[in-house]
């Protein structure tokens, strides 16, 4: 974390100074915004933490409800979206109270009694160590609440508006504000009251029964399953051995998926109920509770379980739904105008909880048209790159439905259908990186480019997110995760692995400095007048030699930005290698150096050699608009 390049903070350095829209923020909704967020899931939240780092974009968030939410149906925090958390600033801290998945244990029958069930397998939950980051088990109230947090902090000071109910709307195409949406208030002295706000553009991250969805013409497509699912949180007294441990169970009678919860004593179970009948006409969800623990002891016969409290329990039917867009955009009118309306979350796709990806899958719906968003009414990149948004997550969640079908069959199969006693848990070995959620791969587009160069840094592709890897900041000589510097703030990143050359010798990362530094460049073209030279960029060299042989002095002035008001020199963008791991040898970095630009959401754009310096500025004159 950097702060002090203002002036003295002797507050909380998390919360940023206030700025734009953030200086005088009304206490009610306005009638106008150039962002009207519809639900405060976790959709809603990312998207509005986001956009509160762009602070001269009018946001707000609506939410039906009076208040916060107190218990979230999802719990499962994949890898990735710990990464995710790390660049709002928050993934210590969730991490810290979270329940830590390291193991996933594997119950079968026993093939001598099949009445009772033993553990056949324990694969480690990471066994590729795909990402430094834990698999974690939180509230979804928690992560809403850190995201809040988030919002609030940064320079828009961005907050729930809460007691609004999205109504309709209306795309008029007409004026500054095209977007006409009835909202109507859901309690208080104002209750069901309607009023109307103008907006520029509308997020609605408003859940599987979504209203802005309906709005735009778009429908859920897709089938269920026809298998219902009785899940609980509960405080219990058992003697299963694995009870703190995340269990898949395939007894002869059904299946549990059992998730522990964070605090060590709350734990969640899924509990098969069967094939659903074509007639049943939702009676199905009138399963007691009771019915459903005891389904759950018979499940787990020799063990027995003792349920003393139940925090939440609900009753479900799988089923795989999607959108064949996420915005008010048809195929037919793509590229003729911008999207003005945008879905995210379950608006758009819904499928079972057992893989964990429900709430994964949307926050990175929300981040991407988040910082997209950001960039275009900021005046950073042009309209086009809204279309980006739906032609890129569209295909991630059909890719996700597909995933979940594999697996909510499998695990719904009756264990003596099984090919083998180990079938589930090799599925879930072989198939790990995918909902830990790293298998995303987008394709080329104004803000993702081709794999020309892909050789040059083998680790990185081009299209996927970009995986961290150790190396040490020279200025304090402190090991560090280079891939946790890149924070939710908007910025592209410029990473430039130098070639073998040392910072003082004539080499081609010091030509490329120069020109970074020079009228040509991406730096200098789109970053606007008056504004430090790393607003739009953030520029990071890397160099091959241990940080002993780094003199910061011979460190070309690109890579050592002037910031804030004093114009202090920030030396913390300089790397050198780790002292036990090579990043070069680990990502598979030619020797002769590269290019790698992220865009702010974490996913690789390019990948050029260091003399690609037209490649580098078309790239950017693509997918930005040069300052004015």
């Not at 553990?119 to 990471?126: H, L, Y």
């Amino acid at each position: 974390m950097q702060f002090h390049h203002h002036g003295y903070v002797s507050t909380d350095p998390r919360v940023q100074p206030a700025a734009g829209v953030g200086l005088d923020r009304p206490a009610d909704l306005p009638d106008e915004v150039d962002v009207l967020i519809v639900g405060t899931g976790p959709a809603g939240m990312i998207t509005a933490a986001q956009l509160a780092q762009f602070p001269d974009v009018n946001v707000r968030i609506i939410e039906r409800r009076p208040e916060r939410l107190g218990i979230g149906q999802a719990d499962g925090i994949q890898a990735r979206s710990v990464e995710t958390f790390q660049a709002f600033g928050f993934a210590e801290r969730i991490t810290a109270e979270a329940y830590h998945l390291t193991e996933m244990a594997f119950w079968t029958p026993d093939p001598e009694d099949p009445a009772r069930i033993i553990k056949t397998a324990s694969p480690p939950d990471d066994p590729t160590g795909v990402s430094e980051f834990p698999h974690l088990i939180v509230n979804q109230a928690r992560v809403l609440d850190y995201f809040a947090e988030a919002a609030y902090n940064a320079p828009g000071r961005l907050k729930p508006d809460y007691g609004y109910e999205f109504k309709s709307l209306e795309v008029t195409q007409e004026g500054d504000y095209p977007v006409r949406v009835t909202v109507a208030h859901t309690s208080g002295d104002q209750k069901d009251v309607e009023r109307v706000i103008r907006a520029k553009f509308v997020v609605g991250a408003d859940g599987a029964r979504s209203g802005v969805r309906s709005a735009i013409g778009c429908t859920l497509a897709g089938q269920s399953a026809n298998h219902a699912w009785g899940v609980m949180d509960v405080l219990a007294n058992t003697d299963f051995p694995d009870i703190r441990t995340k269990s898949a169970i395939q007894s002869s009678v059904g299946s549990i998926l059992l998730i522990p919860r964070e605090g060590g004593y709350l734990f969640r179970m899924y509990v098969d109920l069967g094939e659903v009948p074509e007639d049943d006409k939702g009676n199905v969800r009138k399963t007691t509770i009771d019915q459903i623990i005891a389904k759950a002891n018979a499940i787990i016969a020799p063990y027995t379980l003792d349920v003393k409290n139940v925090a939440w329990s609900s009753v479900y039917e799988v089923g795989h739904r999607l959108t064949d867009r996420f915005d008010d955009v048809v195929a037919e009118e793509r590229g003729t105008r911008t999207p003005r309306v945008f879905i995210a979350g379950d608006a758009c796709h819904t499928h079972s909880a057992k893989a964990g990806q429900g709430m994964n899958v949307s926050m990175q719906d929300g981040w991407n048209i988040g910082w997209k968003l950001g960039h275009v009414l900021d005046g950073r990149a042009p309209e086009r790159l809204l279309d980006t948004y739906s032609l890129e997550r569209q295909v991630v969640a059909q890719n996700l439905i597909d995933f979940d079908k594999e697996w909510s069959t499998l695990m719904a199969k009756p264990a003596h259908e099984l090919g083998s006693p180990q079938e589930v848990a090799d599925f879930y070995t072989r198939t790990a990186e995918f909902p830990a959620g790293f298998m995303t791969q987008y394709e080329p587009s104004m803000i993702v480019g081709g794999a020309e160069h892909q050789e040059l840094a083998a680790g990185f592709p081009v299209g996927k997110r970009f995986k961290s890897a150790r190396v040490t900041k020279v200025a304090d000589t402190n090991p560090c995760q280079l891939g946790h510097f890149h924070t939710a703030d908007g910025r592209y990143r410029i990473y430039v692995f130098a070639d073998s050359a040392a910072p003082a010798e004539a080499s081609a990362v010091r030509d490329l400095a120069e020109w970074l530094d020079g009228p040509d460049s991406p730096v200098t073209v789109h970053t606007p007048a008056g504004r430090d030279s790393s607003a739009l960029f953030d520029v990071r060299v890397i160099y091959q030699q241990g940080h002993h042989d780094v003199n910061l002095n011979d460190v070309p002035d690109a890579f050592k930005p002037v910031v804030g008001p004093f114009q202090l020199v920030n030396l913390e963008n300089v790397f050198a290698k780790h002292p036990d791991v090579d990043i070069f040898d680990e990502r598979g970095i030619s020797r002769d150096g590269a290019i790698v630009v992220v865009r702010p959401d974490h996913y690789v754009s390019q990948v050029l050699p260091l003399s690609a310096r037209e490649e580098l500025a078309a790239f950017f004159r693509g997918a930005l608009t040069a300052a004015a």
